[in-house]
């Protein structure tokens, strides 16, 4: 039974909405990050996917670029992490409330 | 000197103010009293020098403030004005000769004579803009003097009162925008002056919106049925002063913006909306009363007892004739001089037993003989006996409202019967009976100060009922012009017939010694 | 003739507020004696008015200055004297000068003597106005001060809690006719144009029948409240608690009469509608018998002689209602004189007895109290209509009319209750005057009224003797103006049988009452059968009406008007501000917690917001796509 | 027919791992199963025939990312149980769900995925990583080149970020300053 583009198209949903559980659900920030990673996946997986049934690059490269800026944004994030852990020891999501108001 | 009297008596007491602050604080009393003295004297002389023939404004002062948008310092007076405004000088002169030891009576005395500006400052304000400027001023005043010098729930009293009447005249400054934007439509040119807009003629259905959102500025401040629970708590925390200047002459912007405003701006929408008016008219005058008669506090008997008056006052506003409009402008002043005069009897009483509460008094006659028959007079003039001045105010209000519906008028009319029952009742707790309580066995009866202030009224009440003329007369002419203007703007045909065609009446005022 | 009509107005104005400056200040007996003499003035250029007018002179009309005069409508302060004015001044100034210069010598012991001439002499003016005024709004004027004179007058000692509570009762109830007067003024001023009489009376010859009886019963309403007919009758009897000469003078002689003067002033209007003429007559004849009925029982000197009045008022409506207004305007003024007296003897009775009102407290003063005896004797002589005396020829001459009109109900109920009103009254002169001295039980030692209030009482004795001599000038004076018709029975034998058999009937009544309470010996405290039967109850309570006005009016009022306070505008109107400002700080403070900083709530609004969005998105989507299809659908729906 | 099954099994694999690495408590499971999911991702972008993408997924992703994420971990000793938010999980389910419907909802149906065309027609025949350089390098080159800086400011950024006192290793350290440290960084933290 041929696979259509829709079938892609829900799986990428599925993960996207498992992505969001996690981003929801999480309070230890970098578990937190683990979930985003989980979106960024989904995502390229539905640019993947339609750009193979239109014949068309162009969702590929959007693909590649999404990638980059993810490996960039771990980066960075991480970084963050590193020193907000040796700030206040814990990176627990209930701590960073400096921003309220 | 004579052409900028209207400026004059709206900026004196407010420099006077300024000025005050200089004044020590021992002789600030006899201060307020001269500043309102001069001002009393003006508004006789604005009287003396006004021509009650003449039915249109008169004193008109004109200074542009922004020309681009219409916007000019237009005053002017006629006879619908003329008497609220010589009321307003009267009673703020009369509350400052009658003001008792309060903490800080200096800034009480300079609140006062803020007040007493943007009162005057409404009723001579012929323009939108300036009228709506001085509305908003006046809550201020109010606002400190029940606040500061009020009774224990003061601070709710009087935030509720200034949001209140705030929120209401926001929905009217909307209209005002509008209906100068209609005007800017149909001329071309920008202008809030209220005589410009007399000539401008609107589709009903525009009418009936404009007439809807001024409705609901003028209704708090009346206070009319639903929007009246403010006027309790305001009067039932305010010192005596506040509430008697609040009764007088506050409640008299709503009704008074009604004439000048919404009647002549929207005849039509006033025809399509009399009925539903009267409606909540006869509410407010039975509902209340009730009310008044089930209240523990005899502060608030009178205050729910002007309410009651109100209704009367609006009833008479929507006969939509001569009769009834020059009837209910009258009612206004005698409401004023009449709870004021009730407010101050009832502040003499609370100086001596600093309660309100009618369980309280008994038998106060055997002690304060001369207390009990000015109270008397009062109580007879608030009931609406002839020859006292409210009578002849309800007589022509209910009279005129005849003409439109007579069953209405029945209804209305149980307003005396209801306003005999509470005023008696409370009347009969106070002074009749033996002295139960023995702190009332020594009260003082009422002394020089407070006699100052209620022999005036008591003989303006007696006077004006018996005879009305000198200020019958200018009003008399002045609405003949606002309802002969409602009558030519009119467009449809329900509100023509509705709307009597003034010119047409030949007034008989040929008395019957010549008919014979 | 001006001057004296000013006087006749303004002379108890003038004493008024002469003896008002002395209220504070403790007895004086000037101030009495100054008063009376200004109402005597003014009874004297009454009579000089009602001279001139009875030797055919014009009525005298005066317009002092305009009161109201707004638009169309245009009120003069007018006064007219004209042929009924002029009799009800006569009437008014002539009681109450006998009244005053009594009250000087009842009212001696009382601290507010002062303040009682005032509040009287005030009722004197407001009576005049209302008389003599030649426009309805000076009647309202009239109208509405005599109430509250009344008022003043009932609550006199305002120590007594049933006294205040009485005068409140008296003007509440005088107040709700009043509105029905008020709107009877407001149907004639637009339907005429004018409020005067003769302006007034010329337009309702025009007018249609219909508008012209609402008019009659408006009018009436106000009448029926001043003048205590059925519904609204019982503020009269509670009103006895105000000092005698007030009974005496307002609620015998004057105020009530009020209402029969007003019926009888607009008797152009009432000739226009005769079956509004018929309610009222009909109506008079059932307060007639209905107040005689009461009266048999009731146990309180006073109350009998209210009970009396209205009966007897009654019978003036019912004169007037049959449209023969001059016998109602002879018989007021008759019946005016004799129970003027009757109050006024009661008034000594009751000093004598020490404020006891109860005859069979009494008994056997005609030894002691021997003029007052007489006088009492011969004005309950009157009030039952014996021969020689006034109530023979103004009550008979009611009775004739009834007869004449063939209204055979009316003349039967009307001849009833005048053996009633014979019984009922010498039931009260037999128990105080004769049997045995029961007073002595109670430890009172009575003693005659002052020389000078007898003497005062005199010119009324005499008129209750010799008034039916003015039968003849009155009907003459007044038949220009009141249309009278002569009442011819057709032959003179009907009206001999009638005559004769009327005197009987009464004369057995008073006989029956002298045999049966003229020898009483003991003191009744209810234990009695009768006293338990149902009529006497239903009688002494007089018919359960006062009980069932307090159950069923007062009482809900009261409980409403709490209601309305504490429900409705507490807890619904005032509730309903605070709720909507309360609705605006809740709001404010649910959306704070948005910026709480908690990261994980601010996500979870963020995939609200998404999912917002989204959803938006999807709605737009759908209606682009289907717009055509939805226009139909709504167009339906005729939006 | 064998491309469906592959999907299907792909498909049912990164679900089931993504699901482990949400709403496991263990953090080593949650990374493990991450990096499972990428491999089975990397797989499916093999069956679309991008393989250049699919190769650089493992190479980027699973290799640096996950690398990266594990240092992370060991860094913040997060290897314990982690306690996770008692919040109601009513109201984060059906969020989820709801959005993931609405998503469907829009690609499902017919309305927009009917006109969707082809910009950049492949070229039949080249191979895909041919095809991807030959786009990469004429149409994309601007942002080809700004991905470059911008990995470039990462690489900067992590460094600086996480550079400072690296020199400092708590393994050489012993108790007593460990503890000092430790209370410095309390007292830091209370101020």
Request: aromatic share 14%; hydrophobic share 55%; with cysteine.
């Amino acid at each position: 039974m041929e696979i259509g583009l829709n079938h892609y198209l829900i799986l990428s949903t599925i993960l996207f909405a498992i992505g969001l559980v996690g981003v929801m659900r999480r309070k230890n920030l970098l578990l937190l990050f683990f979930a985003t990673e989980i979106l960024l996946n989904s995502v390229n997986i539905a640019f993947a996917a339609i750009s193979h049934y239109y014949g068309d690059l162009t969702g590929q490269m959007f693909a590649f670029f999404v990638i980059a800026i993810a490996a960039s944004e771990v980066a960075v994030g991480l970084g963050l992490l590193i020193v907000w852990y040796k700030r206040h020891g814990t990176i627990d999501l209930e701590s960073m409330t400096s921003m309220r108001g | 000197m004579l052409d900028h009297i209207l400026s004059i008596l709206i900026f004196f007491p407010a420099l006077a103010g300024i000025l005050g602050f200089m004044i020590d604080k021992k002789s600030i009393r006899a201060y307020g009293i001269a500043v309102g003295f001069v001002e009393f004297a003006l508004s006789l002389w604005l009287w003396f020098a006004f021509d009650s023939n003449v039915s249109g404004m008169q004193f008109m002062e004109n200074l542009p403030l922004i020309p681009s948008f219409g916007i000019n310092y237009i005053l002017g007076v006629d006879g619908i004005s003329l008497f609220i405004i010589i009321l307003a000088a009267f009673f703020t002169m009369i509350g400052i000769a009658s003001l008792t030891k309060t903490k800080n009576e200096k800034n009480m005395i300079i609140t006062l004579l803020f007040l007493q500006m943007t009162m005057i400052g409404v009723f001579s304000a012929l323009d939108a803009i300036v009228f709506y400027v001085f509305w908003e001023l006046s809550l201020v005043p109010m606002l400190y003097i029940i606040g500061a010098w009020g009774g224990p729930l003061r601070i709710y009293a009087s935030i509720k009162f200034f949001l209140y009447t705030f929120a209401g005249s926001l929905v009217m400054l909307v209209g005002m925008l509008f209906m100068a934007y209609f005007f800017y439509q149909a001329t071309g040119t920008w202008s809030f002056a209220i005589l410009d807009w007399y000539r401008l003629i609107l589709p009903e259905s525009f009418q009936l919106w404009l007439f809807v959102a001024f409705f609901f500025g003028f209704a708090i401040k009346v206070p009319m049925f639903p929007f009246h629970t403010w006027l309790p708590y305001a009067h039932g925390q305010a010192p005596t002063i506040g509430s008697v200047i609040l009764a007088a002459i506050l409640l008299k912007m709503g009704t008074y913006a009604f004439i000048r405003f919404s009647l002549p701006l929207f005849p039509d929408a006033s025809v399509f909306f009399m009925v539903p008016i009267a409606v909540i008219a006869i509410i407010m005058i039975i509902y209340t009363a009730m009310v008044a008669y089930a209240q523990k506090d005899v502060k608030q008997v009178v205050a729910y007892s002007s309410v009651s008056h109100m209704g009367v006052i609006i009833l008479g506003t929507f006969a939509l004739n001569v009769e009834g409009i020059s009837g209910s402008v009258f009612l206004m002043i005698g409401h004023g001089v009449v709870s004021g005069a009730l407010f101050l009897l009832v502040g003499v009483i609370y100086d001596r037993r600093h309660t309100k509460l009618m369980s309280e008094f008994g038998g106060l006659a055997h002690v304060m003989p001369r207390y009990a028959t000015i109270f008397g007079i009062m109580l007879m003039a608030s009931v609406g006996m002839p020859l006292t001045i409210n009578f002849v105010g309800e007589f022509l209000s209910l009279l005129g409202f005849y003409e439109q519906s007579h069953i209405l008028t029945l209804l209305a009319g149980i307003a005396i019967i209801v306003g005999a029952i509470y005023m008696l009742s409370a009347y009969k707790k106070m002074f009749f009976g033996n002295i139960t309580k023995d702190e009332n066995r020594e009260l003082k009866d009422v002394n020089k100060r407070e006699l100052l202030a209620l022999i005036p009224l008591s003989i303006i009440t007696i006077w004006l009922g018996i005879y009305p003329k000198p200020i019958l007369e200018p009003i008399n002419n002045s609405v003949e012009a606002v309802v002969q203007l409602m009558h030519n703007k009119s467009t449809t045909v329900e509100a023509k017939e509705r709307i009597p065609n003034v010119s047409g009446i030949v007034i008989s005022k040929t008395s019957t010694r010549e008919a014979h | 003739m001006e001057k004296y009509l000013y006087i006749a107005l303004f002379a108890p104005l003038v004493s008024s507020l002469f003896s008002a400056l002395f209220t504070a200040t403790p007895k004086k007996q000037f101030v009495g004696i100054v008063a009376s003499f200004l109402i005597f003035s003014a009874f004297v250029s009454s009579y000089i008015l009602l001279g001139h007018i009875m030797d055919g002179g014009e009525p005298i009309h005066v317009e002092m200055m305009t009161w109201m005069a707004t638009g169309n409508l245009y009120i003069p302060f007018g006064f007219v004297v004209d042929q009924i004015s002029v009799t009800m001044m006569m009437v008014v100034t002539l009681v109450s000068t006998i009244v005053h210069i009594y009250s000087i010598g009842y009212m001696d012991h009382d601290k507010g003597f002062n303040r009682f001439f005032a509040w009287l002499s005030a009722f004197v003016f407001s009576m005049m106005i209302l008389v003599m005024s030649d426009n309805y709004a000076g009647l309202f004027i009239g109208w509405e001060g005599v109430g509250l004179c009344s008022w003043g007058l009932i609550g006199f000692w305002f120590h007594k809690d049933i006294a205040t509570w009485a005068a409140n009762e008296a003007f509440i109830m005088n107040r709700i006719a009043d509105l029905g007067m008020l709107i009877g003024l407001f149907l004639v001023y637009w339907n005429t144009g004018t409020l005067q009489y003769e302006g007034a009376f010329a337009a309702f010859a025009q007018l249609d029948t219909a508008t012209l009886t609402w008019i009659g019963i408006f009018l009436f309403i106000g009448a029926m409240g001043k003048s205590a007919q059925f519904p609204l009758h019982t503020w009269l009897a509670d009103a006895m608690e105000g000092p005698t000469p007030v009974s005496a003078l307002i609620h015998a002689a004057t105020m009530v009469t009020a209402g029969v003067y007003l019926v009888i002033r607009s008797n152009e209007l009432y000739s226009l509608i005769p079956h509004v003429g018929l309610f009222i007559a009909s109506l008079g004849a059932f307060v007639a018998l209905f107040a005689a009925s009461m009266a048999l029982v009731n146990r309180d000197m006073k109350r009998i002689i209210a009970y009396s009045t209205l009966s007897q008022l009654g019978y003036m409506f019912a004169a007037a209602g049959l449209g023969a207004y001059w016998v109602a305007l002879f018989h007021l003024m008759a019946h005016a004189f004799f129970k003027a007296l009757l109050f006024l003897g009661a008034g000594n009775v009751m000093h004598a007895m020490h404020d006891e009102l109860d005859p069979f407290k009494m008994g056997g003063l005609k030894k002691v109290m021997k003029w007052t005896w007489i006088m009492m004797t011969i004005a309950s002589l009157a009030l039952a209509g014996i021969f020689p005396f006034a109530g023979f020829f103004s009550k008979d001459t009611i009775l004739e009319a009834a007869f004449a009109e063939h209204h055979m109900v009316i003349y039967g109920v009307l001849l009833f209750t005048a053996g009633l009103t014979a019984f009922y009254s010498f039931r009260l002169v037999a128990l105080i005057f004769h049997g045995e001295e029961r007073y002595k039980i109670f430890g009172i030692h009575p003693h005659e009224a002052y020389r000078f209030m007898l003497i005062a009482m005199s010119p009324l004795l005499i008129l209750a003797m010799i008034a039916g001599v003015f039968q003849a000038p009155f009907f003459e004076m007044v038949e220009e103006i009141l249309g009278a018709a002569e009442y011819h029975i057709h032959s003179h034998v009907t009206l001999w049988i009638m005559l004769v058999g009327t005197q009987i009937f009464v004369g057995l009544a008073i006989l029956y009452a002298y045999k049966k309470y003229g020898t009483w010996s003991s003191v009744p405290d209810g234990s009695s059968k009768m006293e338990n039967s149902f009529i006497y109850k239903l009688l002494y309570n007089q018919y359960y009406i006062p009980y069932a006005y307090e159950e069923y009016i007062v009482k809900p009022y009261n409980e409403i008007s709490e209601i309305l306070w504490t429900k409705v505008d507490q807890k619904i109107v005032d509730a309903s501000v605070d709720g909507i400002a309360g609705f605006f700080y809740s709001a404010g403070e649910n959306t704070r917690d948005m910026q709480s900083g908690n990261l994980s709530t601010m996500l979870k609004w963020m995939v609200a917001g998404i999912i917002i969005l989204l959803s938006l998105a999807v709605v737009f989507g759908l209606a682009a796509r289907y717009s055509g299809e939805i226009m139909a659908i709504l167009s339906g729906l005729g939006v | 027919m064998f491309e469906a099954v592959a999907f299907y099994l792909f498909a049912f694999l990164t679900i089931a791992m993504f699901f482990i690495t949400v709403t496991t408590s263990q953090a080593l499971y949650a990374l493990s199963a991450l990096a499972a999911g990428m491999i089975f991702i990397s797989g499916f972008f093999f069956i679309l025939g991008a393989d250049f993408l699919g190769a650089v997924q493992i190479i980027v992703y699973t290799g640096a990312v996950m690398a990266l994420y594990a240092f992370g971990m060991m860094f913040f000793d997060t290897t314990r149980e982690v306690k996770e938010k008692k919040g109601n999980k009513f109201i984060v389910v059906g969020l989820a769900t709801l959005s993931a419907v609405l998503v469907v909802a829009i690609f499902a149906a017919p309305m927009l995925s009917s006109n969707v065309l082809a910009l950049y027609p492949a070229i039949e025949g080249a191979g895909n990583t041919q095809s991807v350089g030959l786009v990469l390098f004429t149409k994309y080159l601007i942002p080809f080149e700004v991905a470059a800086i911008m990995l470039l400011v990462a690489m900067v950024a992590g460094i600086v970020l996480a550079g400072k006192k690296m020199d400092l290793s708590l393994t050489l350290l012993n108790a007593e300053e460990i503890e000092q440290m430790d209370a410095e960084i309390n007292k830091k933290v209370l101020s």
